[in-house]
């Protein structure tokens, strides 16, 4: 599985929009872009994961490069609430039947949100 | 009712002991899995299973041991337990189904401490 790159924190304004970047530069053209979140000490929870289009769902955005060797998590309107650790983690999507499974963990980036 | 749980939430054991931590989840998915997470790090992967009669080791399975009882649940073991498997741990369910998609759901996390 490809190494991704973060910042290791960023702010943000409540209400404002929260842009996250992540490069994965050595990304393999089978490799997904997840994006998990862990409010302190939760578990973490699933954001939004893409291949090279553009993904949005009720929670983010996720805009990958053409070249798919970075991509930006977006929160459109981030809340107090958004305030987490936010990790973005590339890897071979596994099908039924396959043998992958795990997801790599780095240190990702602690986004606060102050009002 | 959470789709993944954990217990116990908390456990204080001293070192020598042996200690179960349990996951069940309701989700019905077939892959079941256990991460540790210490401060300030990010997720390790302990042990996998891709179905009740598969069982796997991660990267840091020394010292642990697991059983899956069932489709829904799946324990973790410390035969005897040593002061630095203090950890907050998770267990994590998945099913990649038809896609190619194997987004894993987080349980709330059990805080182990070994004295």
């Known amino acids: 599985d490809a190494k991704t790159t973060q910042p290791p924190s960023m702010d943000c304004a409540e209400g404002r929009a929260a842009n996250l970047p992540c490069n994965h530069s050595?990304?393999?053209?089978?490799?997904?872009v997840y994006w998990y979140r862990q409010i302190h000490s939760q578990g973490p929870q699933y954001i939004i994961h893409?291949?090279?289009n553009n993904e949005t769902n009720e929670m983010a955005s996720l805009i990958i490069t053409e070249d798919r060797k970075s991509s930006t998590l977006i929160l459109p309107h981030a809340t107090l609430r958004d305030t987490a650790v936010y990790y973005c983690?590339?890897?071979?999507?596994?099908?039924?039947?396959?043998?992958?499974?795990?997801?790599?963990f780095g240190r990702g980036t602690q986004l606060t949100v102050w009002p | 009712d959470a789709d993944v749980t954990q217990t116990p939430r908390n456990r204080i054991t001293k070192t020598g002991k042996r200690i179960m931590l349990e996951c069940s989840q309701t989700k019905g998915h077939d892959r079941m899995y256990w991460y540790r997470q210490d401060p300030g790090l990010g997720l390790r992967l302990i042990y996998y299973s891709f179905d009740v009669k598969d069982i796997n080791k991660g990267e840091i399975s020394d010292g642990y041991s697991v059983s899956r009882q069932a489709q829904a649940k799946f324990s973790l073991s410390l035969e005897s337990a040593i002061p630095n498997q203090t950890a907050l741990y998770f267990c994590?369910?998945?099913?990649?189904?038809?896609?190619?998609?194997?987004?894993?759901?987080f349980g709330p996390g059990t805080r182990l401490t070994v004295l």
């Open positions: 994590a369910t998945s099913d990649p189904g038809g896609s190619y998609t194997d987004t894993q759901y």
């Open positions: 050595t990304i393999s053209g089978n490799e997904y």
């Open positions: 983690i590339v890897r071979v999507a596994a099908r039924r039947g396959s043998t992958l499974g795990r997801l790599y």
């Open positions: 893409g291949l090279k």
